[in-house]
């Protein structure tokens, strides 16, 4: 009781810290906390920035909004193109100019007015039964007929699917892409759903063939920080980067943005650029097995069969608009019924 | 109005949708969803049924071997979240799991490939573990029906010659129907609520389905929609509760039930019946979850973390249980005090916020909560100069706010529950006596329902360390509860990390079981 109450004390009187102090920055995340702890130690280290976390999974974009003025929040930070572009759109964040943001990001990864930056790449990539013959992939060849009853995939709602099939509209137009929804999911193994992870491990217990995953699941997998089964899992696949019909491999982003209101706007900024410097960017190439946004920053050895990465050319923004449609898409197909 | 306020901000949101919206939703996801949504309450209100009447009839009524014990064992499946369960056993039984590899290296199997069992992530996985996890909840009703009301009824039943079987089906399964109805309600509308273990089996119920609308289409109007559509189905439920209760009519001063022996085949079957939803819905899961967070202990060790986030569970789920019993005990005193359309209607909606999913409750507290913490931050500052920033938000405050809107419906109801049995006629005799109502009520009513209140309050408690989306969306800064630290960890597809948080979860909610089974037994 004493433990609790004193850490209700304590969360109000560091809710009224908070706004006091500057040497302090507030980080909204839908990003697992696990995963930039890492990184935002190493900045506090070098910086002396305290950095306060929230890590919102969902409903970022809701409460920073429904917060208004009084928001606290500095940094917002999703790990899905989508979800960046929508904090911009609903007029949450504030444009920045940083000419070592700039310097450090290809024109492609961040918003020509300064509201978004993204911070790794991830690529969507296949995982395929070890003993399986491939030598290249393309989405479009999930929908073939040779691949029934054996493709296993999370659910079509999930933001990393939505933003597969969004691409595939970018590229083909929505027809086609209601097409191929429609013949991919007559090729599932199994109802649509779970984790990444678990196409590896439905690989390895026989319960389908391929799959699509992220490529930083791999790593994770092969690190053995997930503990010896997963690198059992990991064992029982192959890795292909499958690619688009006359593109690259699809690819989607962390990001972060200013917030409207950020009470210390230059922390926030600060950190943002410390987020795309050599030194971060190594450790989410080899904490997170991510690929780097700053281009000339290596990937993890871990990954290394899967780093001639050729990233498909189309815009974020696009593939960002075309989100509800991909989902409605996946809806009118019963992706996941 | 606490509980209004967030329904109505739904309702609101709601209004804000596009036309366009709701014909996509009615052609391509509420049929599904509908669909889906009555066979998992069908499936899993039939076992739930089933399962907890049999169960507290024999535990009530009959004597067998291990009677004593299951009569507190049978609860403890209260203590593990379905989202547990659901992971749980999706590693349990998966196809390199223990489970799967024990049968294949025992029918000579080498592969998964040669043989393996269905998939767990399916509509029946997802009804019996469903089922498995919640008939406590119609168990523990009937069973306090057949304990103390009971007695004479079945004992006349047996004087005109019935035996246990018969008994059973043609006098008590009559008089426990109410109960049955009370407790297969509250686990219906569990099963309606979860997110997690239904998403995770791959099942799309109308919580999942409006849960992804708002997500992944970033469509609050259309998830509100689809919520409010929602409400109707629960408001089903709770009438369905409310007629169950209404027949529900104690006979103060009821024999106590003597029980009957069995024997032979018949003794051991009960025990059998008894040991199974015990060994599935609780020994099972948490066997797993004690090897999973013992290897994880010696893979990565303890986090520091991890007891202050156990610390902020118990508290804020103390703290909230303390107001919602306390806010249950001034409704239904008034309720009962000064009988009215107003009071009863009070009642009743504050039932409401029980029906809500917890995302969705969680989105329309959210505005209600961000609106008085912008007032009172520009107050502060017209009248201090000084912003306090988000009070509310901000102090966690937000959490008992969600927490008590939310299972505010089980304090009313089980106090009320607890109240039915106090025959008007003692009321009357108070008055009689010159008290006044405040007096009667807590001269009367209060002692009398104590055991009653100690129920309610522990079942409050075990869900607010459960409950999830509310408390990912309304807490402050660095603040993690265990349920928050496990879900990030599930989110990222590290469940292993997550194995010691589940199973403190669990080991909290064996606890509240334990007060509950002894207060039970008096």
Redesign the interface.
Known sequence: ?R???S??IG??L???A??ASAQEL?LYTTR????IEPLLASFSESTGVKV????????L???VE???????ADVLMTVDIG?LV?LVDRGLTQPVESEALAAAIPENLRDKDGNWFALSQRARVLYADKDLDLASFTYEDLAKPEWQGKVCIR?G???YN?ALTASYIVHHGEEAAKTWLEGVKANLA?????????VA??I????CEIGIANSY?VG?MRSG???P??E??VKAIKVVLPTFEGGGTQVNVSGAAVAKHAPNKDQAVQLLEYLVSDEAQKIYAEANFEYPVKPGVAVSPVIEDIADLNADGTDLTEIARQ??AA??LA??V?F?? | MLVLLPVLALGLFALRGSPGLWAHLVSNVLPVAARQTVILLLGVGFIVATLGTVTAWLVAACDFPGRRIFGWALLLPLAVPTYIVAYAYLDLLHPVGPVQGAIRGWLGYASPREFRLPDIRSMPGCILLLGLVLYPYVYLPVRALFAMQAGNLLDAGRTLGAGPVATFLRVAIPLARPAVAIGTALALMEAMNDIGAAEFLGVRTLTVSVYSTWINRSDLPGAAQIALAMLAITMALVMLERRGRKRQRYAAGAQPLRRMRLRGWRAWGATLVCALPVAFGFAAPAWYLVGAAWARYRFAGLSPRILEEAGNTAFFAALATLVALLLGLVVTGAARMRPGRLTQTMARLSTLGYAVPGTILAIGLLPVIALADRQIAAASQALLGVGPGLLLLGSGAALIYAYVARFLAIATGGIEAGLSRVPRSLDHVARTLGRSPGQVFREVHVPISRPALAASGLLIFVDCVKELPATLLLRPLNFETLSTHLYGEAARGTYEDAAIAALIIVAIGILPVMVLARTIRR
């Open positions: 009781m433990v609790g109450l850490g209700l969360a109000v560091a809710a009224q908070v706004a507030n697992e906390p696990n995963l306060n976390t929230i890590f919102l999974k969902d409903g974009a809701e409460r429904q917060e208004g003025e009084a928001s606290p979800n929508d659910s709602q999930h933001p939505v199994r109802t649509a759903g779970g984790g990444d992870r678990d491990r439905d390895m217990g026989g319960i699941y994770l920080a997930g503990g089964e997963q059992e899992w989100r509800k989902s409605e809806e009118a019963g996941d019924n």
